[in-house]
């Protein structure tokens, strides 16, 4: 059974005009439930995630000050949503849903969290919706508690996977892989182990091009075990910040090329949805829904 990490604090209050979409949490387990896509046997609540996690990735002062709401206004600013209790914990239940995601991969092979993907979440800092790095701290995890040797994280949001570079800066067993606008947020990039900087206007044959050469280095070099995958549909011609051209049909074919690779290699894989800011919210759902969808068919649900 597919497993996908799920709960109702994810869906967290905006002022109204907030542009995070915050809605498509709560719209694409339905979607995927109408299309019969998956059962709600599928979904499981993660819980709150221990603290003793959170500081595998993030600083203790940094990870104390968020858990008291004691961080100062420049950093609020930076995170871009106001802090409250109700915004920690959902940050903690989003933790959980990625630790669990990925050991339930680890038994089948592929494992979703509905939200996640928070990438921009450095060591000792937050910035751009993200409070903390769900990928990284479960990364951590699975190595802390030797469940593998080799991760790669494969970032494909249209924005730098700048606090997961960040985190993993140096690190032997974690190899960070970013594909994203150039001249997009952050403006100040971090050097993940392979970045790969995009013009604006980009295309999806040009697109899918890169990211197959990418992948074939990669998997030849680093040979990893493990591989956790941040599918950010920001990458849409549609999306609002995005800035490239990419059709659903190429997301669609740059999920299929990651995931056959992970299958075709025998690498558990777990993804967290990222970024998306399209106008219309079908054209973000749909993309998500279309993640799922691939990776139902080609792991065999």
């Known amino acids: ?26 719209l694409i387990p339905a979607q995927l439930l109408y299309e019969g896509a998956v059962s ?12 003793s996690a959170i500081v595998l990735a993030h600083d203790e002062h940094y990870v104390s000050q968020l858990m008291d709401l004691s961080l100062d206004a420049k950093m ?7 802090l409250s209790q109700s915004l920690v914990d959902r940050e903690r239940y989003i933790l959980d849903g990625t630790i669990q995601a990925s050991l339930y991969a680890l038994e089948h092979g592929v494992a979703f969290n509905v939200a996640g993907g928070t990438h921009h979440a450095g060591r000792d800092f937050g910035e751009g919706f993200c409070l903390l790095n769900d990928q ?11 469940l593998v040797a080799k991760i790669l994280i494969i970032d494909l949001d249209v924005h730098q996977g700048n606090g997961t570079a960040h985190i993993f800066e140096g690190h032997p067993n974690v190899f960070t892989f970013s594909m994203h606008g150039d001249k997009n947020f952050p403006f100040i ?12 206007g980009m295309n999806d044959e040009a697109y899918l091009s890169l990211l197959q050469d990418s992948l074939d280095k990669i998997f030849t070099v680093f040979a990893p075990d493990f591989v ?74």
């Open 1 to 26: 059974m597919l497993r996908i990490a799920y709960h109702p604090a994810y869906i967290h209050p905006l002022r109204t005009g907030h542009r995070f979409p915050m809605v498509k949490y709560e």
């Open 40 to 51: 709600a046997s599928s979904f499981f609540e993660p819980k709150l995630v221990d603290i």
């Open 76 to 82: 609020v600013r930076r995170i871009g949503f106001p």
């Open 136 to 146: 990284a701290v479960a990364a951590a995890y699975l190595l802390d508690q030797k």
């Open 189 to 200: 990039k971090e050097c993940s182990d392979l970045d790969i900087p995009l013009p604006d």
């Open 228 to 301: 956790f995958y941040q599918a950010g549909v920001d990458i849409l011609a549609t999306d609002k910040l995005g800035k490239l051209k990419l059709t659903a049909d190429g997301c669609q074919r740059r999920d299929e090329l990651v995931l056959h690779r992970c299958r075709q290699n025998g690498l558990p894989v777990q993804i967290s949805m990222g970024g998306g800011y399209s106008e219309h919210i079908k054209d973000i759902v749909n993309a998500h829904v279309s993640t799922y969808k691939t990776a139902i068919d080609i792991f065999g649900f």
